[in-house]
Nanobody, 123 residues
Framework: QVHLVESGGGLVQAGGSLRLSCKASGRTRSINAMGWYRQAPGKQRELVARISNGVSANYADAAKGRFTISRDFAENMVYLQMNSLKPEDTATYFC?????????????????WGEGIHVAVSS
């Protein structure tokens, strides 16, 4: 299993910046991608950004141009730099790790989640 711990959340004014960090531990060699999701009260959890082991990244439309995801493979870390924050960015942010376990012909996908960290953006 992979254990994920987020840090770096908090309260910030609109237009400000935060950097979220996620530390992965456990069976980290099986991780093929990591990302950040968020969930606001009463809404579905949604993808914010995702980055593969090949360092290709995907962003939600709401994050493009403002957020940057990066990985430190040696330290098993993933970061989300959030700039120009808006009140609608207020949510609980979850670190995610995708694993592909097993031989090529019998690969099993496994998802790991952090407990979440709150980000609040005031107007």
């Amino acid at each position: 299993q992979v254990h994920l711990v987020e840090s770096g959340g908090g309260l910030v004014q609109a237009g400000g910046s935060l950097r979220l960090s996620c530390k992965a531990s456990g069976r980290t060699r099986s991780i093929n991608a990591m990302g950040w999701y968020r969930q606001a009260p009463g809404k579905q959890r949604e993808l914010v950004a995702r980055i593969s082991n090949g360092v290709s990244a995907n962003y939600a439309d709401a994050a493009k141009g403002r957020f940057t995801i990066s990985r430190d493979f040696a330290e098993n870390m993933v970061y989300l730099q959030m700039n120009s924050l808006k009140p609608e960015d207020t949510a609980t942010y979850f670190c995610h790790a995708s694993q592909l376990i097993g031989p090529v012909e019998r690969v099993v996908p496994v998802d790991s989640w952090g407990e979440g960290i709150h980000v609040a953006v005031s107007s």
